[in-house]
């Protein structure tokens, strides 16, 4: 069972227990400084360590970040090459971060497209994951929201033909499907960078998310913008489609 309540911050200011950011912005905070997109990419990435320790401090349960969704790989070659190169080596390093603060890290998406070296990462920070509690960053990888529900549509069936399961199905059994299975729904859902779109991004599970927009472009994204977005977040009415 998924306990919904929130912490209380400094302040007695609930933190949201599940916070979901859309790391946009890499490639125009680079610009801007004539550095090449993988720069900010690189800077974007040192910003997440930066934004995942703040949210643990904070009492923050999960932070699901999308970093790489199934349309990015329409971009150059070479940013593509360059992006999975970056994970490659965050991966690496988050093992060791990861068993001295005992953080639990989860990969949503469908990593099976992704090299022997990420997946080996992947296994290895799912291994140590499970051996502990408390904070979790999930990050998004190769995830689109089509198609992570079109492959639990997918699973469910087969199970169903296989007599795996009943063939009754209701929204908690579905959710078990997900990628996001056993996680809360986001509370809040930040996107900087200045779009205002969800890209693909936890189309099922944001049904009830607040979103919080900004124009800051993800690199320089802080921990006072961070404050500032769960301000406003403290400072919504949510009704889940109740009266209040
Ligand atoms: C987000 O930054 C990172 C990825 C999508 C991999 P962008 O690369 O989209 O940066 P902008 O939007 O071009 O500035
Ligand atoms: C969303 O950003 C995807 C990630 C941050 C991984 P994009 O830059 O790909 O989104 P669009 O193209 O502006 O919608
Ligand atoms: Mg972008």
């Excluded at 930066?50 to 990015?72: D, H, M, R």
């Excluded at 959710?175 to 996680?183: E, H, Q, T």
């Excluded at 994204?221 to 301000?231: N, P, Q, V």
Aim: hydrophobic share 35%; glycine share 8%.
């Amino acid at each position: 069972m998924v306990d919904n309540r929130l912490n209380a911050g400094e302040g007695g200011n609930p933190i949201p227990r599940h916070i979901a950011i859309i790391l946009d912005g890499n490639g125009r905070w680079a610009k801007k400084r004539g550095l090449p997109r993988t720069a900010g990419h690189a800077a974007g990435a040192e910003n997440f360590r930066k934004i995942a320790t703040y949210c643990k401090n904070i009492g923050v349960k999960y932070l699901t970040v999308y970093a790489f969704s199934t349309e990015n790989w329409t971009r150059p070659k070479e940013e593509v090459k360059a992006i999975m190169k970056l994970l490659d080596k965050y991966l690496h390093e988050a093992i060791t971060t990861m068993e001295r603060d005992h953080i639990r890290m989860r990969i949503l998406g469908d990593v099976s497209v992704l090299s022997p070296e990420l997946q080996e990462e992947i296994r290895e920070t799912n291994e140590i994951s499970s051996r502990y509690e408390g904070f979790q960053a999930n990050i998004c990888l190769n995830y689109g929201g089509r198609a992570e529900i079109l492959q639990a549509a997918k699973r469910f069936a087969a199970d169903v033909a296989a007599g795996r399961t009943e063939k009754e199905l209701d929204e908690a059994k579905f959710g078990g499907y997900l990628y996001s299975a056993g996680l809360p729904d986001p509370d809040l859902l930040i996107r900087p960078g200045g779009e205002k779109r969800i890209s693909n991004f936890l189309l099922w599970q944001c049904a009830y998310s607040e979103f919080y927009f900004s124009d800051v472009l993800w690199p320089d994204f802080s921990t006072e913008e961070l404050d500032r977005a769960i301000a406003e977040f403290n400072r919504r009415e949510r009704r889940f489609g109740g009266v209040k």
